[in-house]
């Protein structure tokens, strides 16, 4: 079965500092990844896309970037933390053509400070 | 702009009563509704979903009611339990070339039932 990881857990940073939180989707190939942030009363945000490894869309311009070196894990980073930028990150996958269906990770709970 | 409106935000509930949430939606080249479940610092997880060639699809307790001329769907919770306490979304998709699927999603319905 699909299992999918993200690490840490919960983060506290300080503002200024650099990020990189980590998604690793197990038990499938070739899958599309997706970063979301949910902010409190504001449902969830896509951030970027992920069709293939080296292959990344941004859909909301802002002081993160994302990277896939494997097919299966999708990194999200920023170089300097804002007070904006906290939230609460999800990584999700689906499978192509065959499925709509997106499966979410545990979450990254994050303060910058 | 909010593609899909989502309400209420909160929602309380007697056990064994029954949960109501309705969506509604802008783009008619949706062809795809899901709702999903979160319970606090967990990930949302795909309850269930339904596509715009039927009015109504049940699993369990759960059941969602299409309206494709009006533009809504809801999610109807019978016999609500303790354990359905959560936040609910409710998205909407439409396939794209490539396998990118992109989810638009409502603002979330926190729902508490209260023995």
């Known amino acids: 079965s699909q299992t999918i990881h993200q690490w840490p857990a919960t983060l506290v940073q300080p503002v200024g500092s650099p990020l990189s939180l980590e998604c690793t989707v197990e038990?499938?190939?070739?899958?599309?990844l997706y970063w979301y942030r949910q902010a409190a009363g504001r449902g969830l945000q896509l951030l970027f896309y992920?069709?293939?490894?080296?292959?990344i869309s941004s859909e909301v311009p802002q002081n993160l970037s994302a990277s896939r070196p494997q097919d299966r894990q999708f990194i999200l980073s920023s170089k300097k933390l804002l007070l904006s930028d906290s939230g609460f990150y999800l990584c999700?996958?689906?499978?192509?053509?065959?499925?709509?269906?997106?499966?979410f990770g545990p979450g990254t709970r994050l303060t910058v400070t | 702009q909010q593609q899909v409106k989502q309400s209420p935000q909160s929602l309380i509930v007697q056990k064994g009563g029954i949960s109501i949430i309705n969506c509604a939606y802008e783009?008619?080249?949706?062809?795809?509704f899901p709702w999903y479940q979160q319970f606090p610092g967990k990930g949302p997880a795909l309850l269930i979903a339904?596509?715009?060639?039927?009015s109504e699809k049940k699993e369990g307790r759960f059941t969602i009611s299409f309206n494709k001329s009006a533009k809504q769907f809801s999610l109807h919770i019978m016999d609500s339990q303790p354990g359905d306490s959560a936040t609910y979304f409710c998205a909407a998709s439409k396939s794209r070339s490539g396998g990118y699927q992109k989810v638009t999603f409502g603002i979330g319905t926190k729902l508490q039932v209260i023995p």
């Open positions: 992920s069709v293939g490894i080296g292959q």
């Open positions: 999700a996958w689906s499978v192509g053509l065959a499925s709509d269906e997106q499966y």
């Open positions: 783009n008619t080249a949706f062809d795809y």
């Open positions: 038990g499938t190939s070739n899958p599309n």
């Open positions: 339904i596509r715009p060639d039927v």
